[in-house]
């Protein structure tokens, strides 16, 4: 069973950039496909970006261009550079095993709060 916990959230200006890491206690080599997720007060859990064993990428449209996903399967760690940041992304940022998006099974970290001022 993997542990995730994701860290490196923080308040910064619109413009600004951050660098979010999630730390797996066991290896995530075994999962094909790790994502970045977020979910702001009152709005359902959306998906921002996942990442493939082999390194192939998917973004949403909101952050296409902008945040980066990445992983060091090495290091059992995802990596979420996210650049030019707006308000809109202001959220509780979490990181899973993709089908954890489509299991009421399972089971989500703390996640980092991301907060982005105008």
């Known amino acids: 069973q993997v542990q995730l916990v994701e860290s490196g959230g923080g308040l910064v200006q619109a413009g600004g950039s951050l660098r979010l890491s999630c730390a797996a206690s066991?290896?995530?080599?075994?999962?094909?496909?790790m994502g970045w997720y977020r979910q702001a007060p009152g709005k359902e859990r959306e998906l921002v970006a996942t990442i493939s064993r082999g390194g192939n990428t998917y973004y949403a449209n909101s952050v296409k261009g902008r945040f980066t996903i990445s992983r060091d399967n090495d290091k059992n760690t995802l990596y979420l550079q996210m650049n030019s940041l707006k308000p809109d992304d202001t959220a509780m940022y979490y990181c899973a095993p993709e089908w954890y998006s489509t299991s009421r099974f399972g089971s989500w970290g703390q996640g980092t709060q991301v907060t982005v001022s105008s």
């Open positions: 066991g290896s995530i080599f075994s999962i094909n496909v």
